[in-house]
């Protein structure tokens, strides 16, 4: 089978494009298992990937030269997406087609917009160096917000996992020095319920309705209520 009936029967077998995809991304994750890896290494380079295009237009060459460009200029993971980009539609595809490829491939927002941005320019005509440039300054922007963001928040990031582990820690505490008076907490099944409640905070806060350290207050309430409640209990029985 010859390389350009081998790309053709790629480009129109839906199971041959799954396969070569997965191949792809474990041969540019470098190792990585995650996921989540691989796409924050995309995003990382992926502005410098438009810039290099946007000076290849400058320069003079295509638009395809510039994909081309990219895919040899660029490491993974950015650099073999280019290059399929190049290579299917150097042998037939449209360049439309896949460039959306791309899109529905990688599970990256700012390929979504590079991809947007070429085919509106395509369609309407303009300065695509210049809307490349300008893509990839807003990429830039974003990351430096994105982590001025993780800066500032460190301080309540870590004043929330502090307070997350200090309910289980007092456990612990009260288990070594007093377990009669831990094991009333323990042999209540009320405590389930407690934990309930803990556990739905915690949800609610990786969803971002509830704060880490408002989940950890929820469930140290009803600890304390128990525990009052066991003391009036133990005090009428002693009346």
């Known amino acids: ?11 129109h077998d839906p199971a041959a494009q799954t396969a070569d995809t997965s191949t792809l991304r474990m041969c540019v994750s470098g190792g ?12 990382e380079q992926f502005p410098e990937a438009i810039d290099l295009i946007a000076r290849s237009l400058r320069a003079g060459h295509t638009f395809t030269a510039g994909l081309g460009i990219a895919a040899e200029e660029i490491p993974a993971p950015v650099g073999p997406e280019f290059r399929r980009v190049y290579d299917e539609q150097n042998f037939g595809m449209a360049l439309q087609d896949a460039l959306r490829a791309m899109a ?8 979504r917009f590079f991809v947007t941005a070429v085919l509106t320019q395509r ?7 210049e809307v490349l440039d300008n893509l990839s300054r807003v990429m830039r922007e974003r990351f430096k917000v994105k982590r001025q963001i993780r800066v500032v928040s460190a301080h309540g990031r870590i004043t929330a996992w502090v307070l997350s582990m200090l309910p289980p820690a007092l456990a612990a505490v009260l288990f070594a020095v007093s377990p009669q008076f831990i094991r009333v907490l323990a042999d209540d099944p009320l405590v389930t319920v407690y934990a309930a409640q803990l556990a739905d905070g915690m949800q609610a806060m990786q969803r971002g309705e509830l704060h880490q350290p408002q989940a950890c207050l929820i469930f140290g309430a009803a600890l304390l209520g128990h525990f009052d409640a066991s003391r009036d209990d133990e005090l009428d029985c002693s009346m």
């Open 1 to 11: 089978m010859g390389v350009p009936t081998m790309y053709s029967a790629m480009l």
């Open 104 to 111: 529905h491939r990688v599970p990256v927002l700012d390929a």
């Open 32 to 43: 990585a298992s995650l996921p989540g890896e691989l796409m924050r290494a995309f995003e």
């Open 123 to 129: 369609e309407a005509g303009g300065n695509l160096a």
